[in-house]
Antibody, heavy 118, light 110 residues
């Protein structure tokens, strides 16, 4: 069965960096893209970034462009979200989610909390 | 900035029917926006319900259906069950790398 497991969250000071990981299994990793979606405490969902099935195309929300970088390691079936210059407003649960064959999202990870605070 | 709007909250009696909607600040929502719907119960990750406007995932109960209603995307829940109490989010695709979630609807079953 499809599984997405996030890790790497925690508490970090403003201006510092953190890298999240999303370990994928149960589907052909190189056939599907992966999204990162976040949810601030008590708020709604916000799309953050996407990497295409072949790793060639990467897209970012304006709120994180220039600070966050999405990448992947095919040998580990893992997608990463490198988060630099973190701000308090980046505090959220970060989910990775699998893209479907076309424009849909089908499976979600359990989420990982990132807290940016001094 | 593109904004996707949902009803903040709705209440429905058990066994009743309720429709949630999803509007776009850019104009009418069409199938080209590939509306997706997700359910999120308290303390849990979201789960996918509907994609491409009307298609249920294999695990989605038949009481959930998607449609276009006027100039909005819609999610209708028929024969509402207590376990349907949750937050519901729509997602619209505005282009490559331009996805926007709605603000969410809190559905109360009372």
């Amino acid at each position: 069965q499809v599984q997405l497991v996030e890790s790497g969250g925690g508490v970090v000071q403003p201006g510092r960096s953190l890298r999240l990981s999303c370990a994928a299994s149960g589907f052909p990793f190189t056939s599907f893209g992966i999204h990162w979606v976040r949810q601030a405490p008590g708020k709604g969902l916000e799309w953050v970034a996407h990497i295409s099935y072949d790793g060639k195309n990467k897209y970012y929300a304006d709120s994180v462009k220039g600070r966050f970088t999405i990448s992947r390691d095919v040998s580990k079936s893992t997608v990463y979200l490198q988060m630099d210059s973190l701000r308090p407003e980046d505090t959220a649960v970060y989910y990775c989610a699998k893209k479907g064959t076309w424009n849909w999202v089908d499976y979600w990870g359990q989420g990982n909390l990132v807290t940016v605070s001094s | 900035q593109t904004v996707v709007t949902q009803e903040p909250s709705l209440t429905v009696a058990p066994g009743g029917t309720v429709t949630l909607t999803c509007a776009s600040s850019t104009g009418a929502v069409t199938t080209s926006y590939s509306p997706n719907w997700f359910q999120q119960r308290p303390g849990q990750a979201p789960t996918a319900l509907i994609y491409q406007t009307t298609t249920r995932h294999s695990w989605t109960p038949a009481r959930f259906s998607g449609s276009l209603l006027g100039d909005k995307a819609a999610l209708t829940v028929s024969g509402v069950q207590p376990e349907d109490e949750a937050d519901y989010y729509c997602l619209l695709y505005f282009g490559v790398g331009h996805l926007v979630f709605g603000g969410g609807t809190k559905l109360t079953v009372l």
